[in-house]
């Protein structure tokens, strides 16, 4: 007799691993419906205070699959009247879920906006352990494309930041 139960369909990719860890749906009203292993961390990320961020749920580690979180996602999204991600925004987040997550080892220039002196960091994660500032917060702060996060703010000092190749 079978005793595991399938909450849905499998798709034939990583995303139908089941999670390791605790995710949590989460939404941020007027904004979007998301969902993340720290709620914490991924507010900070995204410039939204904790008290901004409602949490719809909590799943267990071994519980649901990647693929079934997307679509519980996606469906609390529907019901507050948010567009559907597309496809590949699934597959590329379960391709990090599955992997383990980013690689957080990229290397970035710190230019201090008022001097000119450059930081380099070499590893991010440790830099995040050093100044609380995120490799996501310096990544968008690198991405030309991106509008929102221009400067990354340590000690008071702003500073833009470039990838290196």
């Not at 990583?14 to 995710?23: A, E, V, W």
């Not at 220039?109 to 609380?132: P, R």
Request: charged residues 25%; proline residues 2%; glycine residues 6%.
């Amino acid at each position: 007799m079978n005793t595991q139960i399938k909450l849905s369909k499998d798709l034939g990719d990583n995303g139908d691993q089941l999670s390791q860890k605790t995710i949590y749906i989460y939404h941020i009203p007027d904004v979007k419906v998301g969902s993340t292993y720290n709620v914490k961390r991924r507010a900070m990320e995204q410039g939204y205070d904790l008290e901004d961020v409602e949490i719809l749920y909590q799943i267990l580690p071994n519980c649901v699959s990647f693929n079934a979180i997307w679509r519980m996602e996606q469906l609390e999204a529907r019901k507050r009247g948010y567009r559907d991600e597309h496809e590949g925004n699934r597959i590329a987040v379960n391709r990090v879920r599955a992997s383990g997550g980013i690689n957080k080892q990229k290397s970035y220039i710190l230019t201090n906006v008022e001097t000119g002196e450059e930081v380099l960091v070499q590893d991010a994660s440790a830099f995040k352990i050093k100044t609380g500032i995120t490799h996501t917060i310096i990544s968008r702060t690198a991405n030309p494309k991106q509008v929102r996060q221009k400067f990354v703010t340590i000690d008071g000092v702003k500073y833009t930041a470039d990838y290196i190749d």
